[in-house]
T-cell receptor, first 117, second 111 residues
Framework: DTEVTQTPKHLVMGMTNKKSLKCEQHMGHRAMYWYKQKAKKPPELMFVYSYEKLSINESVPSRFSPECPNSSLLNLHLHALQPEDSALYLC????????????????FGPGTRLTVT | SQQGEEDPQALSIQEGENATMNCSYKTSINNLQWYRQNSGRGLVHLILIRSNEREKHSGRLRVTLDTSKKSSSLLITASRAADTASYFCATAAITGNQFYFGTGTSLTVIP
């Protein structure tokens, strides 16, 4: 199974709502990632988890809260978002994250398209 | 911005022709990767080239890397309509904690 799944596919939320994005992989990968991608722009790295521990937080606002409950699951909790946070949120995984070797090839999910109203 | 630049921004070719995309980046790297993205969906990893490699092949793909010029190119030979997608380079900085995608090239292959 070389698939990364993400739910939901689409999400519309108000600025006062709390919601969560979910990501799952069953490839035995020990590194998982969240990216944000605005329309017609490249993906931007948000968070990196390695062995279920947060390794990189790219200065993401605290209204985005990641969680890695186990090696197969990655969540992104959303609270008090702004309309400019509307984007495609991509999850990815790789075998490992080893800074001394550089980022490994990543397997991406299809993304969650988030609209904040 | 640490983001790499790709050119051209958009490329339209006939099926069967070759497509070449170029990527320039700013930092010293451990490796450089190429990804494909169809219509705002998830990305698919194509090829990874390490900083001590100069050229790599995978099927119809050929990637070159020139670390002295901080540039890379992706060649797709004998293109097919199914190759229509956006192509991104991504650099893994030598610091180990930075991973940046380039601005992307939108490729259209006309049947």
């Amino acid at each position: 199974d070389t698939e990364v799944t993400q739910t939901p596919k689409h999400l519309v939320m108000g600025m006062t709502n709390k919601k969560s994005l979910k990501c799952e992989q069953h490839m035995g990968h020990r590194a998982m990632y969240w990216y944000k991608q605005k329309a017609k722009k490249p993906p931007e790295l948000m968070f990196v988890y390695s062995y279920e521990k947060l390794s990189i937080n790219e200065s993401v606002p605290s209204r985005f809260s990641p969680e890695c409950p186990n090696s197969s699951l990655l969540n992104l909790h959303l609270h008090a978002l702004q309309p400019e946070d509307s984007a495609l949120y991509l999850c990815a995984s790789s075998q490992v994250y080893a800074p001394w070797e550089g980022f490994d090839e990543q397997y991406f999910g299809p993304g969650t398209r988030l609209t904040v109203t | 911005s640490q983001q790499g630049e790709e050119d051209p921004q958009a490329l339209s070719i006939q099926e069967g022709e070759n497509a070449t995309m170029n990527c320039s980046y700013k930092t010293s790297i451990n490796n450089l990767q190429w990804y494909r993205q169809n219509s705002g969906r998830g990305l698919v990893h194509l090829i990874l080239i390490r900083s001590n490699e100069r050229e790599k092949h995978s099927g119809r793909l050929r990637v070159t890397l020139d670390t002295s010029k901080k540039s890379s190119s992706l060649l797709i030979t004998a293109s097919r309509a199914a190759d229509t997608a956006s192509y991104f380079c991504a650099t893994a900085a030598i610091t180990g904690n930075q991973f940046y995608f380039g601005t992307g090239t939108s490729l259209t292959v006309i049947p």
